[in-house]
T-cell receptor, first 114, second 113 residues
Framework: SQQGEEDPQALSIQEGENATMNCSYK?????LQWYRQNSGRGLVHLIL?????REKHSGRLRVTLDTSKKSSSLLITASRAADTASYFC??????????????FGKGTKLSVKP | DTGVSQDPRHKITKRGQNVTFRCDPI?????LYWYRQTLGQGPEFLTY????????KSRLLSDRFSAERPKGSFSTLEIQRTEQGDSAMYLC???????????FGPGTRLTVT
C-alpha cells in the first residue's frame, strides 16, 4: 500500500520559476527520499534526508522534513524544461523489520513550459 | 558499471500464460528489490533479496509470483497463469549493503491481453 501522498498531483509552471512539491506520510521513518521519473524511463534518485535532519540541499534542489507533521517538501529552483517529469517521495519505515524497501507516494507530475 | 538492466523491456502475453523477467543489478550490489508500478501510481514493493536470500515478500506477491536470485547476482521474477490485473511496469532496483539510495532499472512493461 502507498505510504503517503504528494501534493499537488500535477503542477504546470514556466521555465525559470520555482516548483514546490509536498509529501505526507503515515508512519515513523528512517529516511525519506525523492525520485524523478521521466516518461518512459526508470526512476532516478535525487536526494535523501534522514529523520534527524530538517533540511538538505543538492544543486537546485532543496528538501525539508518535518517529522512532527510527517511531511516533506521538495523545491526545485530556476526550473528548466528538462525538469518535466513525475516526482515521487519514498520513505523507509523505522519499524525494526524494514529491509530498506521503499514505500512510494503517488507522485506529482511536473510540467515546465519553455 | 553499466547500471541496472532488465530484460525484456516489453512483454505482451495472453491471459493464463507464464512469463519470466530478468534483472541484472549493478555488480557487487548485495541488495536487490522488485517493485510493481501501475499507471498513475507510485511503485509498490514486491520482494527483497540480500545476496541469494529472499528476506522479505509483500502481501502483493501472490502464490502465482515467484522470484529467485540463485547466485546472488541476477534475479528472475516469474508470474504464472497471468491475469489482466498483472499488467504493469515491473521495476528492479539494487543497492550496496551499506547504502540507502536505490538504483533502478528501466523496467519491464507487461501487458496481459
Amino acid at each position: 500500500s502507498q505510504q503517503g501522498e504528494e501534493d499537488p498531483q500535477a503542477l504546470s509552471i514556466q521555465e525559470g520559476e520555482n516548483a514546490t512539491m509536498n509529501c505526507s506520510y503515515k508512519t515513523s521513518i528512517n529516511n525519506l527520499q525523492w525520485y524523478r521519473q521521466n516518461s518512459g524511463r526508470g526512476l532516478v534518485h535525487l536526494i535523501l534526508i534522514r529523520s534527524n535532519e530538517r533540511e538538505k540541499h543538492s544543486g537546485r534542489l532543496r528538501v525539508t522534513l518535518d517529522t512532527s507533521k510527517k511531511s516533506s517538501s521538495l523545491l526545485i529552483t530556476a526550473s528548466r524544461a528538462a525538469d518535466t517529469a513525475s516526482y515521487f517521495c519514498a520513505t523507509v519505515p523505522n519499524n525494526g523489520g524494514s529491509q530498506g524497501n521503499l514505500i512510494f507516494g503517488k507522485g506529482t507530475k511536473l510540467s515546465v513550459k519553455p | 558499471d553499466t547500471g541496472v538492466s532488465q530484460d525484456p523491456r516489453h512483454k505482451i502475453t495472453k491471459r493464463g500464460q507464464n512469463v519470466t523477467f530478468r534483472c541484472d543489478p549493478i555488480s557487487e550490489h548485495n541488495r536487490l528489490y522488485w517493485y510493481r508500478q501501475t499507471l498513475g501510481q507510485g511503485p509498490e514493493f514486491l520482494t527483497y533479496f540480500q545476496n541469494e536470500a529472499q528476506l522479505e515478500k509483500s502481501r502483493l506477491l501472490s502464490d502465482r509470483f515467484s522470484a529467485e536470485r540463485p547466485k546472488g547476482s541476477f534475479s528472475t521474477l516469474e508470474i504464472q497463469r497471468t491475469e489482466q490485473g498483472d499488467s504493469a511496469m515491473y521495476l528492479c532496483a539494487s543497492t550496496p549493503l551499506a547504502g540507502d539510495e536505490q538504483y533502478f532499472g528501466p523496467g519491464t512493461r507487461l501487458t496481459v491481453t
